[in-house]
Structure formats: C-alpha cells, structure tokens
C-alpha cells in the first residue's frame, strides 16, 4: 500500500511564492507516474501537474510557467514549486500516484491516479 504525505502549505499574498513537499513511502516499483492536484471549495478536483520517473512533465494551462514540478529520487519527495501566485490558485492541494505514463499537453485525470495524500491547504489571499 503506498502512503503519500503533503506539506507545505500555507497563507501567502498574491504575487508570492510557496513549496509544497509529498514524501512517499518506500515501494519497490520503479516506473510510475506522480501528480499534483487542487480543489476549491464546491469546485471539481483539478490537476494542475504530473511528472513520470523519466522526468517528463505536464501543466495545466492555468499554472505553466508559473509552478514547477520535481520530484527527488533520493529521498522519495515530491515537490511543487509555486510562484506569482494568484487568488484563483487557492484549495487544498493533494498529490497523488498512477502506474500510467504522463501524456505531455493532455489533460491531468484524478481518474488516472490510485493512490491520494490528505491534502495540505493554500490559501492565496491580501
């Protein structure tokens, strides 16, 4: 059973900056998909980043350019780099894990992942 644990989050004004972190637990499959997604108070889940082991990566159009994804092998951390951020990007921000590959520009299903942190909360606020 993989376990996923977000951190990170926080209150930020618009405009800022913030990392948020998900530390996985130790599992021995080496080829796998990881995302990052939201959700706004009675708003749908949304993805808005997905990385695979071999390093590609996929944006959704609301935050390219301005988030970044990555991941450290290492120590089995993901990470979502979040710069000049808005009031619209404001929810609970979840990552996830899916044994399917991350299809560049298409977009970022909940359907595809199998495995889901607790969420951590961003608020983006003046």
């Known amino acids: 059973q993989v376990q996923l644990f977000e951190s990170g989050g926080g209150l930020v004004q618009p405009g800022g900056s913030l990392r948020l972190s998900c530390r996985r637990s130790e599992m021995t499959v080496r080829h796998y998909s990881m995302g990052w997604f939201r959700q706004a108070p009675g708003e749908e889940r949304e993805g808005v980043a997905a990385i695979m082991t071999g390093g590609t990566t996929n944006y959704a159009p609301s935050v390219k350019g301005r988030f970044r994804i990555s991941k450290d092998n290492a120590d089995d951390t993901l990470y979502l780099d979040m710069n000049n951020l808005r009031p619209e990007d404001t929810g609970v921000y979840f990552c996830?894990?899916?044994?399917?590959?991350?299809?560049?520009?298409?977009?970022?299903?909940?359907?595809?992942?199998?495995?889901w942190g607790q969420g951590t909360q961003v608020t983006v606020s003046s």
């Open positions: 996830a894990l899916s044994w399917r590959p991350v299809i560049p520009d298409a977009p970022i299903s909940s359907s595809d992942f199998s495995y």
